[in-house]
Nanobody
Framework: QVQLVESGGGLVRPGGSLRLSCVAS????????MGWYRQAPGKQRELVATITTSGSTNYADSVKERFTISRDNAKKSVDLQMNSLKPEDTAVYFCNQRTPGINRWGQGTQVTVSS
């Protein structure tokens, strides 16, 4: 069964950094738009960042200049480097894989930013 497995979440102080990783199984990774989304308590899931097969990136305005998305097609992985974290970044972060016929989600990893 094809899966997305996230790791790297945790508790960090404001201003700190975390790096999230997502590893995919299956053969479609290199053809997929990959993304990170997040969902805070009581709020809808929202886009954080996406990266195309060729490496073009897109970010939510709230994370621009602080977060960086990257991918390694050989390792079937997509990472999210998060710097200058703020309490409002607290959420469950989900990895997403999208290609025609596929819209797959990981199980999520909790990121908590608190002093």
């Amino acid at each position: 069964q094809v899966q997305l497995v996230e790791s790297g979440g945790g508790l960090v102080r404001p201003g700190g950094s975390l790096r999230l990783s997502c590893v995919a199984s299956g053969s479609m990774f290199g053809l997929s738009l990959m993304g990170w989304y997040r969902q805070a308590p009581g709020k809808q899931r929202e886009l954080v960042a996406t990266i195309t097969t060729s490496g073009s990136t897109n970010y939510a305005d709230s994370v621009k200049e602080r977060f960086t998305i990257s991918r390694d097609n050989a390792k079937k992985s997509v990472d999210l480097q998060m710097n200058s974290l703020k309490p409002e970044d607290t959420a469950v972060y989900f990895c997403n894989q999208r290609t025609p016929g596929i819209n797959r989600w990981g199980q999520g990893t909790q990121v908590t930013v608190s002093s």
